[in-house]
């Protein structure tokens, strides 16, 4: 094994990747705390295994692709997980998944309201695409930038027929658009799910760690905003309109719908004095992957499954240990946990609690 990543705990480095609109100085904010700049990199890609896809754009490579840096040397972890996959990720995700993380996991910033979008469901891509993924996902609202009252849109609220739909997205009748459409008010601490189909769309000034299966198929139905134009090889999954309007859900929710239904309930796993480990999206929802959340007001050890986990800090400030190797760490900071790591012990600052998302593949499906 490459001794200088023969690490249990892997601090990760930032991944910024671009996109078709602005955002990402609160990650700037994250990276450095001091304040940043929007710009067209608006997005922090996790432990990332999976290709950036941005037609239109100048190609860079490996774009999405995380790396791995330590005193002397830097790798791509993609390629980490090839060679020493048993290490990372363990012999169960191998067999299941091969040296591919399995979710897409994302620090996500906006400044601008997102543009109107669906993904396939998996079962659609399966069939017309030969992916085992679609792209469901799901968003752990994390912050709310000041003077914004914190919203999405989710699902029609006013459905169309399918006909009209195609009618206002070929001719881009923004005003008809919009009207299918009510704001579903969000705030800080929510955990959504967007399953494949439904039309969506991050309201502005909304920061959240944005968790999906890890692929890049989309349909676009504005093609432009704020004068940010989506190429035409963006919109339909390189395939024409027809077929790329297929794979909406015009059932009509009701935002009180939509809450009950995609706004979910943390279910309590373990709790005792100073520890509390929640499940914050599991296998009911996706057979994907997992998100938890563990809440730690005094020191911990925490004995881990044999899988790999990513792990987010939210909140609070103290210290992550493994054996001989111990990292200070403050809101924003990520790791991953191989899955070699049987335990880890957080030590929370006096007086703090350590607020940790973690989240990991489905091996077990």
């Not at 008010?185 to 760690?209: N, Q």
């Not at 999906?212 to 339909?236: K, T």
């Not at 279910?267 to 296998?283: A, N």
């Not at 499954?305 to 792990?311: K, S």
Request: negative net charge.
């Amino acid at each position: 094994m490459n001794t200088s990543f023969a690490k249990e705990i892997l601090k990760l480095q930032s991944n910024r990747v671009r996109r078709n609109y602005r955002g990402g100085a609160l990650l700037d904010m994250l990276e450095t705390g001091t304040p940043g700049e929007d710009s067209f990199k608006p997005e922090d890609w996790i432990a990332s295994t999976t290709l950036a896809i941005n037609p239109g754009l100048p190609e860079i490579s490996n774009e999405g692709l995380a790396e791995i840096t330590s005193i002397d040397n830097k790798i791509i972890l993609k390629k980490l997980f090839q060679e020493e996959g048993h290490f990372y990720l363990g012999e169960k995700h191998l067999q299941t998944l091969g040296p591919e993380l399995g979710f897409l996991l994302k620090f996500l910033d906006s400044s601008m309201r997102l543009h109107v979008q669906a993904h396939p469901t998996a079962n659609f891509a399966k069939k017309h695409f030969g992916s085992p993924y679609g792209k469901f996902e799901a968003y752990f609202i994390i912050g709310v930038r000041d003077d914004v009252q914190g919203y999405i849109r989710l699902g029609f609220q006013h459905p169309p027929t399918p006909e009209e739909w195609k009618r206002i997205v070929l001719e881009q009748d923004i005003e008809a658009m919009d009207k299918c459409f009510e704001k579903i008010p969000v705030k800080e601490g929510e955990v959504w799910i967007v399953p494949g189909g439904l039309p969506h769309a991050l309201g502005e000034g909304l920061l959240v760690i944005e968790i999906m299966e890890p692929s890049d198929l989309v349909v676009r139905c504005e093609f432009e905003r704020e004068g940010i134009i989506v190429p035409p090889p963006a919109r339909f999954m390189k395939k024409d309109p027809d077929f790329a309007l297929k794979i909406f859900n015009f059932t009509g929710l009701s935002p009180e719908k939509v809450r009950e239904q995609f706004c979910l309930k943390p279910q309590i796993l373990h709790s005792k004095e100073g520890f509390c480990e929640e499940l914050l999206i599991g296998s009911k929802h996706t057979p994907c992957f997992e998100v938890k959340r563990i809440k730690v007001s005094k020191q911990y050890c925490r004995k881990k499954n044999r899988h790999v986990e990513i792990a987010v800090v939210t909140s609070g400030t103290g210290i992550i240990m493994h054996n001989d190797s111990s990292f200070v760490v403050n809101r924003g900071e990520r790791f991953l946990f191989a899955a070699a790591t049987e335990e880890i012990t957080i030590i929370p600052d006096s007086g703090e609690e350590i607020e940790i998302v973690i989240s990991s593949p489905n091996i077990n499906k």
